[in-house]
């Protein structure tokens, strides 16, 4: 009789310990609007200790980003800022300069986003600050980078996209350029950071020292243009928008049906004869024109207006149903409200709630990382300004 074959071990569902891979880091947040905040709110979710210091008057300018408002506070501010605490200084005074030194003693990470030649900047000049706290990982994100003709410039989210690039391919061909729905200059440079400084934790514990680790709206901006940028090192061309098109697929894009848009995503060839045979239009397939993905893009035009013809002739749940019973990758676009209220997005444990000082029960969107099937929990709300300034752990 056969050895029984070893069965596959399975992830253990009893006593699972918390997520927090970060627990016992101490992480000082000198940052404000949303590139910094949101890197110290991924470390928080991780299990990191973060303590956010604001200026007495005002604190983080995202909390007047509104409407809307949710509680006192800018809902902008809420996305950015949970399990953290708030305490308040002022960094431009001396006492306000020892408290955070004092923070810094025990610390693991200071995150800043001064503006390159401000007084901030030099007041915790990171060579001073590495002097002093020889084991801190310093994450400075700034606007355009450490070097360079714009080096001191100041810079929003949508200043990163329109000088990254970012905005000349995104929108309609023949329309203006467009922004991303999302911050991607903030969020880019939030997530690089994220990671600089989990790999300077990485190393730290094998040398013992910290870094000094800088990135920019810029830089990952440029970083995230990927075939963007291969494809225009290779022909020397300069890319134009596509709507929602792919400069390297086609058919891939947003399509109308008759009561509404869908996505369809072809990928290879095999998947287009797929597309044609749902469709009825076997033949394509066939059409020297369209018959590979690189005949398909030189021709887009021409075939995305047969595709439009025929899709206009049923409903967007209608070819959803079709094309999925094909094989064929497709999707409804859906709006937020639906999104939230999708069962995929509730399978997944996305959406937390917690309850805020004053904006009662709070959603929240979580972590998306699970570590052995468990997703980092919404501990605390994001704080009000000033919550913590009587707390035990206090400078």
């Not at 006192?72 to 030194?101: I, P, W």
């Not at 995929?344 to 000082?357: K, R």
Request: net charge negative.
């Amino acid at each position: 009789m056969p050895d029984p074959q070893p069965q596959p071990q399975q992830p253990q569902t009893q006593a699972r310990r918390p997520a927090a891979p970060l627990a016992g880091i101490k992480v000082v947040d000198l940052s404000k609007i949303l590139a910094g905040p949101y890197a110290t709110m991924s470390l928080a979710d991780l299990g990191a200790d973060v303590t956010k210091v604001e200026h007495p008057e005002g604190g983080d300018p995202t909390r007047r980003w509104g409407p809307p408002f949710q509680g006192e506070d800018a809902t902008y501010y809420l996305a950015a800022n949970r399990n953290k605490r708030s305490v308040t200084l002022d960094l431009k005074t001396a006492d306000g300069q020892a408290a955070v030194h004092r923070m810094l003693a025990d610390a693991d990470v200071l995150v800043e986003n001064f503006r390159p030649g401000s007084s901030l900047a030099r007041l915790f000049d990171y060579r001073e600050l590495t002097a002093r706290h020889p084991r801190l990982v310093v994450l400075h994100i700034s606007a355009f980078g450490e070097s360079g003709p714009l080096r001191d410039e100041p810079g929003y989210d949508m200043v990163a996209q329109a000088a990254a690039g970012l905005m000349s391919l995104t929108g309609e061909t023949d329309g203006p350029p467009v922004k991303a729905g999302f911050a991607m200059g903030d969020l880019g440079a939030a997530l690089f950071g994220l990671i600089g400084i989990t790999s300077a934790l990485v190393e730290r514990a094998r040398t013992g020292r910290g870094q000094y680790v800088t990135t920019s709206l810029y830089e990952t901006q440029l970083a995230l243009h990927a075939n963007w940028a291969t494809a225009h090192f290779a022909t020397g061309e300069r890319p134009t928008r596509l709507g929602s098109g792919h400069p390297s697929l086609v058919p891939y894009q947003a399509y109308e049906a008759s009561d509404g848009h869908f996505v369809i995503a072809v990928g290879n060839d095999a998947l287009f004869r797929r597309l044609g045979e749902a469709l009825g239009l076997d033949a394509l397939a066939d059409d020297p024109r369209y018959a590979t993905n690189a005949a398909r893009v030189v021709n887009r035009t021409e075939l995305n207006e047969q595709l439009g013809r025929a899709l206009k002739g049923d409903t967007v749940a209608g070819w959803c149903e079709r094309l999925k019973a094909a094989g064929v990758p497709v999707a409804p676009i859906r709006h937020l409200d639906e999104v939230y209220a999708c069962p995929q997005t509730e399978a997944l444990g996305m959406v937390q709630e917690v309850d805020h000082p004053t904006a009662g029960r709070l959603r929240q969107v979580a972590f998306p990382v699970s570590f052995d099937g468990v997703r980092p929990a919404v501990r605390t709300a994001p704080p009000l300004l000033g919550q913590h300034d009587d707390d035990r752990n206090q400078p």
